[in-house]
């Protein structure tokens, strides 16, 4: 009798189980759903006409694969040369923003100096900046500098504002690396440079990512500032030059849809490239909490 029990009870829990893991598997699917309906949809309005996307077909796949909006896109659009632009701006700014950021995180929370703490203030206080206030007096400051319409003139707004955020998130994996690695590497005889690129360097791996990703998403989207200080069309990134499809006269929206097809593919594979190592920095965020 008591087996019998057991063997019903054993059951009622296998079936809860497997009843709990096929709800899970349901709400992960409908989950996967809603966060690549958005990409589908962007990948068959780039494949459509204007008549399909706003009438006829707006969500089904294409009828006619109008892959020639890539093509009109990329050459008539100019989109092939606002690609090229945006990815050395955002390139330049990554590089900038992570070399100074991880070396002043680096003074900031293991170095022992006088104004440390007046300095990261200082610092910490670009995060309060409203990047819409600051578009004038950067503005009067490129065109005194003579660097309007160039490649400086967004590299150097997007790493200044670009620093702040980065520092902050690269001090807190910081703080995780143990002070005892480099005491030892010291100790070894190392000086504070070797033992920066030595020890530092390779354990922010993790940091770096996360931080790169953030940094290109916001200097490859970035439209205010290209567009009020680029005036040349041979210097305008990719945002503005998908706001120059636009025609007051007649929109071929399947070539927009390209545009920003284009616009999106860097970001999904800076993604895949490093998603692991985001991965690695949430699991050490959760493992210290």
Known sequence: MVATVGVKAESRRH???KLSRTLVLVLLGLICVIQFFPLY????????????IFVTNPIGLPIRWMWSNYTVALTNG??????????????FTMLLTLGTAVMASYALTRLRWKFRSAANAILMLGLTIPV?????????????AGMLSTYQALIIPYTAFAIPMAILMMSGFMMNIPLEMEESAFIDGSNIYRTFVKIILPLMGPGLATASIFIFIQSWNELMFAQVFISKTQYKTLPVGIKLLVSDYGTNWGQIGAGMMVATLPTLVIYLILNKKVQQSLIVGAVKG
């Open 41 to 52: 949809y962007l990948f068959t309005y780039a494949l459509k006409t204007n008549e399909e």
């Open 15 to 17: 079936r809860r189980t």
């Open 78 to 91: 100019n989109v092939s040369r606002y690609f090229f632009n945006s990815v050395i701006v955002s390139a």
């Open 132 to 144: 819409h206030s600051s578009l004038l007096p950067i503005f009067l400051l490129l065109r005194s």
